[in-house]
């Protein structure tokens, strides 16, 4: 397993041809996914250990691609320490009572004991699916303080993170509380799936692109940090995500992140020339191309291998998450062109 050729690029060490996987590969563009979950909330099906596992078996079987992402939400964690919170179809994460006072930061519930206990069910999925894939890794993966936190105080989805942004200028030393509360419950999450068995880990911070360099320095790093910590000692790489955080990659990865996700937005070789030499990256097909033609799908997938080959390790993966309306069989073909592809030509 550790000489899966995807682990290896996370790792810095180059395979001649490409390793490839597709956030939110699992999930609603899949036909037996969409069939599976008929009659199961997400998050029930999320603690339902035979199902996660299935679900997240799904899109290797299908794709081929080179690893498997854990079927989760960044929001299970939250449910699982009792919090009220419910995904709702075509809105996403919804919190009964949003988090933005200080009785409702005392109010949170403690990450001792029961917490543990309530990851079981995520322990068992992990193993199942680990043990269903067998030579294929799996990508286990959080949430990180800032977008998960978002959700908590905004009570759902927004667009700019005003109040959340808000907290940390007027009240920053409860926004540090519930920071710090989400980087434990994360934290312990995701060591949870490495000591089950993930062999990698990528930590979500999906809308810290709104935050600009010196907010995040000051109110955001230190807690992802403490979030990835949970797992620096065990041997698995530890993949950094952000959508429109070009301006954040260094930041990022001074979090103890091992490599750098990057979107669609910035070409690899521009995130290459700012990121210490040597730096791991992943991405970035602009998922807007599963939506053309095969020729622009091909060229564009070219085009990145080639803005990675300078790189020292190259996951390619889309720059942001699989539509829903995607055609699974894009995905397929897209995954046999880049296997058929060597890097050392790119
Ligand atoms: O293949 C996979 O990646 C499936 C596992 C997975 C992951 C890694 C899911 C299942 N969610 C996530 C992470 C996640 N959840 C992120 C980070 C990744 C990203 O940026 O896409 C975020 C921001 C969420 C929050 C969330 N959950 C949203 C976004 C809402 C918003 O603010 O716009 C949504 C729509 C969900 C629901 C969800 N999570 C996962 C699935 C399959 C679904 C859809 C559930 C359904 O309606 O059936």
Known sequence: ??????????????????????????????????????????????????????ITVQPVRRHRVDAGIFFSDIVVPARLAGLGVEIQPGVGPVFDHPVR??????????LGDRYEAALEPIREAVRLTVAELGT????????????????????????????????MRSRPELWARLAAWVAELSGRFLRAQVLAGASAVQLFDSWVGS???????????????????????????????GVGAAHLLTPMLEAG?????????????????????????????????????E????????????AGAGASGHVVNLGHGVPPTTDPQVLTDLVAFLHAQDVRRA
């Open 1 to 54: 397993m550790a000489d899966a050729s995807l682990l290896q690029e996370l790792r810095g060490v180059r395979a001649p041809t490409p390793s490839v996987w597709f956030m939110r590969q699992a999930g609603r563009s899949l036909p037996e996914y969409r069939s599976l979950r008929e009659g199961t909330t997400m998050l029930d099906s999320c603690v339902r250990p035979d199902m996660a596992a299935e």
């Open 101 to 110: 006072t200080e009785a409702d930061i005392d109010a949170l519930p403690a």
């Open 136 to 167: 294929t890794p799996l990508i286990g993966f959080a949430g990180a303080p800032f977008t998960v936190a978002s959700y908590m105080v905004e009570g759902g989805p927004s667009r700019d993170h005003l109040r959340t942004r808000a907290l």
């Open 211 to 241: 935050l600009g360099e010196d907010v995040y320095r000051t109110h955001v790093q230190a807690h992802s940090a403490a979030t990835l910590a949970h797992v620096a000692d065990l041997p698995v790489p530890r993949i950094h995500f």
């Open 257 to 293: 992140a091992t490599a750098i996700g990057v979107d669609h937005r910035l070409r690899l070789d521009r995130a290459l020339g700012v990121l210490p030499a040597g730096t791991p990256v992943q991405g970035n097909i602009d998922p807007a191309v599963l939506f053309t033609s």
């Open 295 to 306: 020729e622009a799908r091909f060229a564009e997938a070219r085009s990145v291998l080639t």
